[in-house]
């Protein structure tokens, strides 16, 4: 108990030093810079916990998916597939009032995509799926 | 039997083990027997089917 307290201390320390060196380095210009960097810290921090929790199960002597993590990665998959229509949709309407660049709006619609997966991901590791 | 012991025997990682527990994942037909085998004992012992759940509408 008292290693993973130290563990989320320590990440979220080096987390803010992260933020603090950013903003202080980089001057953002628009809101999308703003935006655009914590949710590519937020995916790269949800890969890096794939990769080390796959790791540690590897050197316990269990394998590095199972039944459940493949069920968790289906749904989320699923259904982030079908919340993602909804979100292009979206975007499609924002792009009509407002103008963007198209490789903007591509880019913007990927990476909604890769929260929304990211999110019901998180729900369903962490909630645990039930009656299926 | 810890967890990771159990999660050893039956092939599969500690957190499904730990959801099990908590009732927040049904495992599969195998699982459920391989975990049955592992204590030696039958599954409906190890595994309670509650039919009132699987009645309720709102669980489709």
């Known amino acids: 108990m008292k290693k993973s307290i130290f563990i989320i201390i320590l990440s979220v320390v080096v987390v803010l030093t992260i933020a603090v060196w950013f903003f202080k380095t980089y001057s953002f210009e628009d809101v999308q810079d703003l935006l655009l960097y914590p949710i590519i810290l937020i995916i790269l921090t949800w890969g890096l916990f794939i990769g080390i929790s796959r790791i540690r199960s590897q050197r316990k002597g269990q394998p590095p998916e199972d039944e459940f993590s493949r069920k968790v990665m289906r749904k989320a998959s699923s259904i982030s597939f079908y919340v993602s229509i909804y979100a292009w949709l979206i975007l499609s309407y924002i792009d009509d009032h407002v103008q963007f660049e198209t490789h903007s709006v591509i880019g913007l619609g990927i990476l909604v995509m890769v929260i929304i997966f990211v999110g019901f991901w998180t729900i369903f590791r962490f909630w645990g799926i039930r009656d299926e | ?60």
């Open chain 2, 1 to 60: 039997m810890t967890q990771d012991a159990l999660a050893k025997i039956v092939g599969v990682r500690r957190e499904t083990i730990v959801f099990l527990e908590k009732g927040k994942y049904n495992p599969s037909l195998k699982l459920a027997y391989d975990i049955s085998k592992a204590f030696h004992v039958k599954i409906e012992e190890v595994f309670i089917f509650d039919q009132d759940i699987r009645e309720d509408p709102r669980n489709y």
